[in-house]
């Protein structure tokens, strides 16, 4: 697996960490865990921010982490709303 899609899966993986780590994601979470999946989150993006610096230039593997940041960010909510009606839908 090239150092591209290393950094890619890292950088969405920790932005799926951070977006758990969110207090409007699940309140039922205690506080440490959510703190926890902060933290690892962000050392989960710069572990992949740093393979996708090793691929290539800053500014396209700033660009690179960003646009699969915002991809999760934008994903991954709609995806839990829609798993959640889902669910609701079939009591």
Known sequence: MSLFWIGALLVMAGSFLVY???PNCSPTVSVAARR???WG???TMLAGQFMLL???GPATAIFIALTFASLVWS???LLALW???RREAGR
């Open 36 to 38: 926890a999946s902060g």
């Open 83 to 85: 798993l959640r009606m």
């Open 20 to 22: 758990l780590a969110s």
């Open 41 to 43: 989150g962000v050392a």
């Open 75 to 77: 994903v991954v909510p």
């Open 54 to 56: 090793c691929w290539a």
